[in-house]
């Protein structure tokens, strides 16, 4: 599965959520037809997946915890602390942080 970063492409989401939220950095990807917004903040991460045609595959949420935990050290975080929240079209994974990140 390929991540396309289209940050660029997204610029409006990107200062909103940057203005509005206490996220210190936000990242917009495609997955073929599923959009996937990776933000980080000073207490968690969090990845979501949106796609307005069908539900999130399993592979798509295993595959993006993949990629984003192994840009992610392994002692800022629980593995089992790790939360999914599943709906129709959208899957919300969050990443609670012990300890504090700077932003790529």
């Known amino acids: 599965m390929k991540f396309v970063n289209v940050t660029n492409s997204h610029s409006r989401l990107v200062y909103s959520q940057l203005a509005n939220t206490d996220a210190h950095l936000v990242k917009v990807y495609t997955i073929g037809k599923t959009t996937v917004i990776y933000t980080q903040a ?19 949420i295993t595959e993006s915890l993949g990629y984003f935990l192994k840009r992610t050290p392994n002692d800022i975080y629980e593995k089992s ?21 700077v932003a790529e």
Request: glycine fraction near 2%.
């Open 42 to 60: 000073p207490t968690h991460h969090e990845i979501l997946l949106v796609n307005k045609a069908r539900n999130i595959k399993e592979v798509e």
């Open 81 to 101: 602390e790790i939360s999914i929240i599943r709906m129709d079209g959208v899957v919300e994974i969050s990443i609670p942080i012990h300890k504090p990140v």
